[in-house]
C-alpha cells in the first residue's frame, strides 16, 4: 500500500462533469531531471473502465522528450518524459470531449527503478473551458512507488 494522504476535499462544483481533466504534478519523487509517465487513467466510476483512449487529446504544461500522447496510448511500452529539469508544476490536461464525472486517477510509472520520476505531490483539476480550472482534491507524500499502477480516488 501506498503512503500518499489526500488533502483536498470535493466541492459541490467539483463533483460535476468536466470537459478537461487535469493532474498537476507538484513535485515528483526526488529526480532532479524529469517527471515521467507510461499511462493516466480517468475512471467515472472506483475501478471502472478507463475514459481515456489514444485519441484523448492530451497536453502537457512543458515541452516533452517523448509525445504528451504516450500517456493515453494504452501501451505499456511507450512513455512520456518532461524536457529535462522539469519536475515542479507540470500539469497533464486530457480533453474528454464531452463533459464526464471523474472519481479517480490511475498514474503507471516508467519502468523498474524509476520512483523518482513518479509524483509525490499532486492535484487533481477541473475545468470547462480548459483555460480555468477548478480543483478537486490534493494529495501529498505519495512514495513508496514499488508498484507500477497507483489509484488515486476522491
Given at each position: 500500500?501506498?503512503?500518499a494522504t489526500r488533502?483536498?476535499?470535493?466541492?459541490?462544483?467539483?463533483?460535476?462533469?468536466?470537459?478537461?481533466?487535469?493532474?498537476l504534478v507538484l513535485n515528483n519523487n526526488g529526480d532532479t531531471g524529469f517527471i515521467s509517465c507510461s499511462e493516466v487513467e480517468l475512471r467515472s466510476v472506483v475501478g471502472?473502465?478507463?475514459?481515456?483512449?489514444?485519441s484523448t487529446?492530451?497536453?502537457?504544461?512543458?515541452?516533452?522528450?517523448f509525445p504528451a500522447s504516450n500517456t493515453v496510448d494504452?501501451?505499456?511500452?511507450?512513455?512520456?518524459?518532461?524536457?529535462?529539469?522539469?519536475?515542479?508544476?507540470q500539469r497533464f490536461a486530457?480533453?474528454?470531449?464531452?463533459?464526464q464525472?471523474?472519481?479517480q486517477?490511475?498514474?503507471?510509472?516508467?519502468?523498474?527503478?524509476?520512483?523518482?520520476?513518479?509524483?509525490?505531490?499532486?492535484?487533481?483539476?477541473?475545468?470547462?473551458?480548459?483555460?480555468?480550472w477548478d480543483t478537486v482534491a490534493s494529495f501529498t507524500n505519495s512514495t513508496g512507488w514499488d508498484d507500477f499502477l497507483r489509484l488515486f480516488t476522491w
Open positions: 500500500m501506498f503512503a488533502t483536498g476535499v470535493l466541492t459541490a462544483k467539483a463533483n460535476g462533469a468536466y470537459r478537461y481533466w487535469a493532474v471502472g473502465a478507463d475514459l481515456t483512449s489514444p487529446p492530451v497536453t502537457v504544461t512543458s515541452g516533452t522528450l494504452n501501451n505499456l511500452g511507450t512513455y512520456f518524459l518532461t524536457g529535462s529539469g522539469q519536475v515542479t508544476n486530457f480533453d474528454l470531449v464531452t463533459p464525472k471523474v472519481v486517477m490511475g498514474w503507471r510509472k516508467r519502468g523498474t527503478g524509476l520512483a523518482s520520476q513518479a509524483p509525490k505531490d499532486l492535484t487533481i483539476q477541473a475545468s470547462a473551458d480548459g483555460a480555468t
